[in-house]
T-cell receptor, first 113, second 111 residues
Framework: EAQVTQNPRYLITVTGKKLTVTCSQN?????MSWYRQDPGLGLRQIYY???????DKGDVPEGYKVSRKEKRNFPLILESPSPNQTSLYFC????????????FGQGTRLTVV | SQQGEEDPQALSIQEGENATMNCSYK?????LQWYRQNSGRGLVHLIL?????REKHSGRLRVTLDTSKKSSSLLITASRAADTASYFC???????????FGKGNQVVVIP
């Protein structure tokens, strides 16, 4: 089954404790991206990747890192999480960036206390 | 920056009625896409309409695109309780590898 898998689904952590949210897709898509969703603000893109070893900033990259060492995986790293990073996070992948449909993971609800 | 802007923001209708949502955008686009999100879950792609298309159908969904007015509409006909969700438009822009999402449009279908 074609899918984007994120882990964990729920995470509560403390300020400053590094964490990684994993994302994996099984569709051989070149393009992957991370979004955060906050009430009243819709989805905002954090980072995206056009292909292996190619990443670029989205609208709200501050406080986040990503890497794309393999085509299927695109982890999101929070080196020193802060409470304003409490949000619902989504990973997505597509064949060709913004000109083809995106497939989304189920989301990771992160709470930073 | 946010590109799409849906209108109305929230809609409540009876089962069997039609639901219409609008989306406006500011710059030239390559395509416009609509997504559905059920209660905090992942977004599901509904339909993609390219800038050279005016109308597209998929089952009970009808999407129109007016590039002169920089707007799109999503019509759901004969709505069902299962259509209760948030609906987002997203634009793909020329020379930009990013999808820009609107803030979403909540639809409640009352059985």
């Amino acid at each position: 089954e074609a899918q984007v898998t994120q882990n964990p689904r729920y995470l509560i952590t403390v300020t400053g404790k590094k964490l990684t949210v994993t994302c994996s897709q099984n569709m051989n898509h070149e393009y992957m991206s991370w979004y955060r969703q906050d009430p009243g603000l819709g989805l905002r893109q954090i980072y995206y990747s056009m292909n292996v070893e190619v990443t670029d900033k989205g609208d709200v990259p501050e406080g986040y890192k990503v890497s794309r060492k393999e085509k299927r995986n695109f982890p999101l790293i929070l080196e020193s999480p802060s409470p304003n990073q409490t949000s619902l996070y989504f990973c997505a992948s597509s064949v060709q960036g913004a000109i083809t449909e995106a497939f989304f993971g189920q989301g990771t609800r992160l709470t930073v206390v | 920056s946010q590109q799409g802007e849906e209108d109305p923001q929230a809609l409540s209708i009876q089962e069997g009625e039609n639901a219409t949502m609008n989306c406006s955008y500011k710059t030239s686009i390559n395509n416009l896409q609509w997504y559905r999100q059920n209660s905090g879950r992942g977004l599901v792609h509904l339909i993609l309409i390219r800038s050279n298309e005016r109308e597209k159908h998929s089952g009970r969904l009808r999407v129109t695109l007016d590039t002169s007015k920089k707007s799109s509409s999503l019509l759901i006909t004969a709505s069902r309780a299962a259509d209760t969700a948030s609906y987002f438009c997203a634009t793909g822009i020329y020379g930009n590898n990013r999808l820009a999402f609107g803030k979403g449009n909540q639809v409640v279908v009352i059985p």
